[in-house]
């Protein structure tokens, strides 16, 4: 008979078998009800409002804009999340959670924050709002998504790619096994460009200056040329883009450069 391995791994735990009390569980499902109430709560302002349709929209607005990144403020400054790892049920995890709860309406409607990025400086001025730290001149490209909307520390002249995705907290398993929490604020310095498709993640931290390398957009392009074609990307145009990948470029010539790489790549 073969003996049974001594270092057997320990049996997973999933969130729904986590060491909560009931009051614990009861609390987390409370809080899935945030989004609901925010949504009907400006609904209400819309509609209910005793005012003229002007003052019913601004009301609505305020609402649904305002009243969400205030009270995640004042939340944060009675009871500030900390940096690491956290434990599941624990006093700061449920802080993390409520705050992640009044987010949720616009990571499940993208475009409420698309409006305010229509309006150049109103979506980083909204960011501060929350408790963020934002530079001057950051550009934010169209299907941005954040997640954690108070743990940014964004330098100036930033400039954020199409899809980039950032987010301020991982929930995965310890060596144990064990669910964990780990909130990290995500920092990007000053003159920086986080490529399209790029996903800063808690704790991660980019260096001033820092250039990214690579062109994201790249390997996205390349299909596209091979139904077209039916030879993909010419050698001669992948060597160009390596050329200049290799250069360092700033913020006010990332269009001019999006522009000749795409010129390159035309069959």
């Keep these: 008979m073969q003996e049974k391995s001594s270092a057997e791994?320990?049996?997973?735990?999933?969130?729904?078998?986590?060491?909560l009390s009931v009051p614990a569980r009861l609390g987390m499902l409370a809080g899935n009800f945030v989004p609901c109430v925010h949504l009907l709560l400006t609904g209400a302002a819309l509609l209910c409002t005793p005012a003229g349709p002007l003052v019913r929209a601004v009301i609505a607005l305020a609402v649904l804009y305002l009243v969400p990144a205030l009270t995640c403020r004042v939340?944060?400054?009675?009871?500030?999340?900390?940096?690491?790892?956290?434990?599941m049920g624990s006093g700061p995890f449920f802080t993390w959670w409520v705050v992640a709860n009044l987010q949720a309406l616009f990571c499940r409607f993208p475009f409420l924050d698309e409006l305010l990025r229509v309006f150049p400086g109103l979506y980083s001025a909204w960011l501060r709002l929350w408790g963020s730290k934002i530079g001057r001149l950051t550009y934010w490209a169209p299907g941005t998504r954040l997640y954690d909307r108070s743990m940014?520390?964004?330098?100036?002249?930033?400039?954020?790619?199409?899809?980039?995705?950032?987010?301020?907290?991982?929930?995965?398993?310890?060596p144990d096994a064990v669910l964990r929490?780990?909130?990290?604020?995500?920092?990007v310095g000053d003159n920086a460009i986080v490529g399209g498709g790029g996903r800063p993640g808690a704790g991660n931290?980019?260096?001033?200056?820092?250039?990214?390398?690579?062109?994201?957009?790249?390997?996205?392009l390349q299909p596209?040329?091979?139904?077209?074609?039916?030879?993909?990307?010419?050698?001669?145009?992948?060597?160009?883009?390596?050329?200049?990948?290799?250069?360092?470029?700033?913020?006010?010539?990332c269009l001019l450069y999006t522009i000749l790489v795409h010129r390159d790549l035309r069959p």
Excluded: Y
Aim: hydrophobic share 30%.
């Design 9 to 19: 791994p320990p049996p997973t735990r999933g969130l729904a078998s986590a060491d």
């Design 75 to 87: 939340i944060l400054h009675f009871r500030p999340l900390p940096d690491g790892k956290l434990a």
């Design 152 to 174: 940014l520390v964004i330098g100036d002249d930033v400039v954020f790619g199409a899809g980039v995705r950032m987010s301020g907290h991982l929930i995965a398993r310890d």
């Design 181 to 187: 929490l780990t909130l990290g604020k995500v920092t």
């Design 205 to 220: 931290r980019n260096r001033r200056r820092r250039k990214h390398k690579s062109l994201p957009g790249l390997p996205a």
């Design 224 to 253: 596209l040329e091979k139904r077209q074609t039916g030879q993909g990307v010419t050698r001669g145009a992948r060597g160009r883009h390596r050329a200049q990948s290799r250069r360092s470029f700033s913020g006010k010539h």
